[in-house]
């Protein structure tokens, strides 16, 4: 098993854990959420037509990040960094614990989550350099 794929599945896997942890113990990002899709969707004259695009782009983003990994090269490269940026950006979990100096909602599982976006974003950057080492010729 190639590296990005271990960690890409690690880093799957803490995905619902982490959301898990959230709605156990308290969403804090959740007035933000609102807030935001609040004005999203003032865009439009019935809000539904806001949910469905949303639904769309969502669905698209993550189809062409799955199209993109079955390609492989630098598509795979891309899309694996755009999930490793999204567990890297987790971070803000254990800044928010620091400045509040007390556990906030998000953390534990924030900690694990951030370990593997960094492994596997090494592991992206590793087999690149595998694979751009492979098709440079070697002069005799």
């Not at 891309?78 to 909602?105: C, K, M, N």
Request: charged share 15%; hydrophobic share 50%.
């Amino acid at each position: 098993m190639k590296d990005t794929t271990r960690w890409f599945g690690w880093t799957a896997l803490m995905l619902p854990l982490h959301m898990g942890e959230q709605m156990l113990f308290g969403i804090g990002e959740l007035a933000m959420l609102k807030r935001i899709l609040a004005g999203y969707l003032g865009w439009f004259r019935q809000p539904d037509y806001g949910i469905v695009l949303l639904v769309a782009a969502v669905g698209t983003l993550v189809c062409g990040l799955t199209f993109g990994i079955l390609m492989g090269g630098r598509a795979q490269d891309i899309s694996l960094g755009f999930w490793a940026a999204i567990a890297l950006d987790e971070v803000h979990h254990v800044i928010e614990t620091i400045v509040a100096g007390h556990y906030t909602p998000g953390t534990v599982t924030a900690i694990p989550y951030i370990a593997f976006g960094a492994l596997l974003l090494r592991a992206i950057v590793r087999e690149h350099r595998d694979r751009v080492h492979a098709t440079i010729p070697v002069s005799a």
